[in-house]
């Protein structure tokens, strides 16, 4: 016994859920798999919780900043107001119903359970078997992973699905990993009285951004008391039921808390891909420009490999609806992904790095200013006007391959930058662009200056 429908959506990550939903819009008959909550990483473990907790800390720092500029403060930060709005606002307590049931109004079946396929175009979810006409959507997101250090795989470590459901700032928090994840948790924590310490194995935090953006984080950590270890490889890890220690080749690292920021998996394993030729060990499953990865088989989100955001899962659900329904469209195109770290400051970029625009042979040009010497940056004062703009350019087109904004609202100011990258703006032209006085965005024209 089987049921026949359109279309399988196999995990609900936010690009699953906006698939699922406008295909059923679009009149198909939609089946949406979920093995855990409607909605996926984003509003339950990751970005929205982790933004509450983020505004909290924000909120924290510039209470911090009044005092002896605005106002006379004593700030006594306290972690439960930010807990009980990521539990009770943000998260229901960590339930979909909310989520399951706009998609069950525009027509979709969600199911409970994990989906694997079982012959293609066939999708088995607990013994129940679903046959799918017009194809599968895989969107089946990450799970955190913990790098292969002695004793750690058994202890009793967070990672952000635990971290979002603190109830209390411990007082002490070792962090593995000083990738976005980290850095964010890291310094949240920290406004809010933890001590913590990051131990990151690279020679840099955000080792995926330009090396300012690392250098610019590592000193306001220092400022907030963050202890920051760099190039350090931990040989091993224990916990003694109130302590976590991190061993290190100078010596032990000791917290009550450990998270694990390390890196994560793609959740391809035991899927079923083979009926479709797909690598299930592949770090990202392979698709073209309209997110098909074989006949009948598209995936969007994280497993594609084109950058684990939201905001991309969204750009993707989009696309592979319209190839689904047989519309014409855009296709998928990656020259300006954006991406923003929510610390203090934030660190938006988008498109390539310097040293990634010199590895593909382009010939460079870049030109950076410091928010501080900004009129806005001045007026704001310091502590809190730490960033910087920079821009890269591909001197032969005279296009922007690159930027960064970081700084305060630093992803506000990326917006524009976005903008020149994507739709390829000559960088003459950015240059007789009006910029509004005093604003942070108005540093863009001192770093198209520099740039010339
Ligand atoms: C701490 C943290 C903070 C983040 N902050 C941001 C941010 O500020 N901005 C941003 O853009 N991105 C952020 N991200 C990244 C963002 O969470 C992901 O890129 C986003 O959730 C998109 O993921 P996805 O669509 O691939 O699927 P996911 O959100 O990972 O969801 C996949 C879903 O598939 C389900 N599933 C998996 N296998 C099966 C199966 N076999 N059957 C049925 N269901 C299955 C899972 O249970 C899950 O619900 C953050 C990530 C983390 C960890
Ligand atoms: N604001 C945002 O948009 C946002 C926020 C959080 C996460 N995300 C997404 O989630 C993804 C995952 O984030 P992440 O921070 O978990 O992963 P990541 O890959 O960005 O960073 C992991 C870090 O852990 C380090 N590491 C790995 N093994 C280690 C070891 N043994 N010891 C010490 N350090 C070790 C790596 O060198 C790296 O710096 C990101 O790539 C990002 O796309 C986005």
Known sequence: MSTSVDVVVIGTGPGGEDAAGRLADAGLSVVAVESRLVGGEC????????????????????????????????????????????????????????????????????VKGRGRITAPGEVTVDGEVFRASRGVLLNTGTSPTAPPVEGLADLPYWTNRDIVKATTAPASMLVLGGGVVGAELAQIFARFGTHVTIVEVA???????????????????????????????????????????????????????????????????????????????????????????????????DITGKGAFTHMSMYQSAIAVRSILGEDGPPATYHAVPRVTFTDPEIGAVGLTEAQAREQGLRVRVGTTR??????????????????????????????????????????????????????????????????????????????????
Request: net charge negative; glycine share 8%.
């Open 203 to 301: 020679d840099r935090l955000l080792a995926l951004d330009e090396p300012e953006s690392s250098a610019l984080v590592e000193r306001v950590f220092a400022a907030d008391g963050i202890t920051v270890r760099t190039s350090a490889k931990v040989t091993s890890a224990s916990y003694d039921g109130t302590a976590f220690t991190l061993s290190l080749p100078d010596g032990d690292l000791t917290a009550e808390r450990l998270l694990v920021a390390a890196g994560r998996r793609p959740n391809l394993r035991d899927l079923g891909l083979e009926h479709y030729g797909v690598d299930e060990t592949a770090r990202a499953v392979p698709v073209d420009d309209h997110l098909r990865a074989a006949d009948g088989l598209w995936a969007i989100g």
């Open 371 to 452: 928010i501080a010497d900004s009129t806005r940056g001045w007026i704001h004062g310091s502590p809190g006007n730490e960033g910087y703009i920079k821009l890269v350019e591909d001197a032969d087109r005279g296009v922007l391959v690159g930027a960064t904004a970081a700084g305060p609202y630093g992803g506000e100011v990326l917006g524009a930058l976005v903008t020149a990258v994507h739709a390829r703006v000559p960088t003459d032209t950015l240059r007789t662009m009006i910029y509004a006085y005093p604003t942070f965005h108005r540093a863009i024209e001192s770093a198209l200056a520099d740039l010339a």
């Open 43 to 110: 509003p339950f473990f990751a970005c929205v919780p982790t933004k509450i907790m983020a505004r909290g800390s924000d909120l924290v720092a510039e209470a911090r900043r009044a005092d002896g500029r605005a106002a006379a403060t004593a700030v006594t930060p306290d972690w439960a107001p930010v807990a009980a709005r990521v539990a009770d606002e943000a998260t229901a307590h960590w339930t979909d119903q909310s989520h399951v049931d706009r998609l069950t109004a525009r027509g979709v079946r969600v």
